[in-house]
């Protein structure tokens, strides 16, 4: 099967979060399938350098790279991509002319996808290219808070398609505008998303699918929920050269000279290191922290925040009352694996999260999640309190403070009186098994089944 997979993120070469992580794990995952998988990336600024340049007939210049034994297309348009950043030039923030960025870019895909079987996108930023693809479409959508709008008549002469996607319920219609997130959905043969609870609450909660619930609904088949992964050889605490030392589930002793280091590079003093990578977003729940930030590190816990976003002035403002015992810089792949490394809790207390990765490279690393049960964090992580025999970790329901801070406070406990119970939630977690290739197989089933429905 030759599969083109669209998308605007792909790791290591493009990331800002989850979206290229897993791209590339799909992508990895059905190429040890046997099949042919090309993935198509914009040419970002930072990328000039990257790749050789190809020729395809009618397409824009392009430039071919190896990524771990898949081909990469990078789709080279310097109006669209030769900027600071990927979405903006500030973290956070996005261009204003994304519909026009991304609707030349979902232009190139869709072209490309004329000597493929099946076109899998991903995301906003390529759903415009399912509007008259080529070949059965799979769209996956990994967060529905970013749908893409854009003046309906110019993003239709843009993208070329037929007046029959503008008009009023149409394709790519949405109150009077363009929205690229509901062309995707509306004109995908098979539509995905990256948990089951995810794909539930797209259907019933018009707060998590940016008011497209209805939409999602109206399709004639239900959206398939498939559970995100990781690369169990890349990330892998043995073998991990950020570990001060490796150590495995059999050799948990060893994680603690990991914890050192991360106090020592942020320079916290010693307690419950509690780590967190990602935005700094409200979305992300963060903010449930700031009426009970003193009184937990009162209580002896040290807080590691790696990302930034529209919450960093009031996570500064908790590193300035709390220099020794609240630490807040930017992303970077080895301050990701230090944290999981050596962190004891993960927090990952969202409002929603399709399904996140960041509690699985914690499990994976030792590190217990604590986390709010929604999405994908419900599908991945057992709480202790629920079901003590199978539990990875700790959840909470209500998006509420106190809430999360009860959390916080029962995994502190267990950490701390139940030693032997601790390890047992460390070692089930770190064994449990996230690989991507179980995600491969069900994306396999979906694209078998684009492929039976345009038969």
Request: net charge negative; with cysteine; glycine share 10%.
């Amino acid at each position: 099967m030759r599969v083109l997979i669209g998308a605007s993120e792909f790791s290591p070469l493009a990331r800002t979060g989850g979206l290229g992580e897993a791209v590339a794990g799909i992508a990895g995952g059905v190429k040890r399938a046997g099949h042919d998988v090309t993935v198509v990336l914009p040419r970002y600024r930072h990328l000039q350098d990257v790749g050789s340049p190809v020729r395809i007939d009618g397409a824009p210049p392009l430039y071919l790279h190896h990524e771990q034994g898949v081909s990469v297309l990078l789709v080279d348009d310097p109006v669209a991509f030769d900027r600071a950043g990927i979405y903006g030039d500030r973290p956070g923030e996005g261009y204003d002319d994304q519909w026009v960025r991304f609707g030349r870019f979902s232009n190139a895909v869709r072209h490309l996808a004329t000597s493929a079987d099946v076109l899998h996108l991903h995301d906003a930023h390529t759903g415009a290219a399912a509007l008259d693809a080529p070949c059965p479409t799979v769209f996956t959508i990994h967060n529905a808070a970013y749908p893409i709008l854009g003046p309906l008549d110019a993003a239709r002469a843009l993208l070329g398609t037929a007046g029959e996607a503008i008009r009023p319920g149409g394709p790519l219609e949405w109150y009077g505008e363009a929205n690229y997130l509901k062309a995707g959905i509306v004109a995908a043969t098979v539509v995905t998303t990256v948990s089951p609870s995810f794909a539930v609450q797209l259907c019933e909660d018009a707060s998590v699918s940016n008011g497209l619930d209805g939409v999602i609904r109206a399709r004639p088949d239900e959206v398939v929920g498939i559970t995100n992964g990781l690369d169990p050889t890349t990330w892998n605490p043995a073998t991990d050269t950020e570990m001060a030392k490796p150590f495995g589930a059999d050799s948990l002793g060893k994680r603690k000279a990991t914890k050192n280091e991360l106090l020592r590079r942020t320079g916290l003093s010693n307690g419950v290191v509690v780590g967190n990578v990602g935005r700094m977003a409200e979305q992300k729940g963060l903010g449930l922290l700031d009426p009970w930030i003193d009184d937990l590190v009162d209580e002896g816990m040290r807080f590691v925040l790696a990302g930034s976003g529209e919450l960093d002035a009031r996570v500064d403002a908790w590193v300035a009352r709390h220099p020794q015992a609240v630490w807040h810089g930017d992303y970077s792949e080895e301050l990701n694996r230090l944290v999981v490394g050596g962190s004891d809790l993960y927090l990952m207390p969202s409002r929603f999260e399709p399904c996140g990765i960041g509690q699985m490279y914690a499990m994976r690393y030792g590190s217990v999640p604590v986390v709010r049960l929604t999405g994908g964090l419900a599908d991945t992580v057992i709480d202790f309190d629920e079901h003590p025999d199978a539990a990875t970790g700790f959840g909470f329901r209500a998006f509420e403070p106190p809430e999360l801070v009860k959390t916080i406070r029962r995994a502190v406990h267990t950490l701390t009186d139940h030693p032997d119970v601790w390890r047992r939630l460390q070692k089930r977690g770190m064994t449990t098994d996230f690989s991507w290739d179980n995600a491969a197989r069900r994306y396999l089933a979906a694209y078998e089944t684009a492929l039976a429905a345009a038969a």
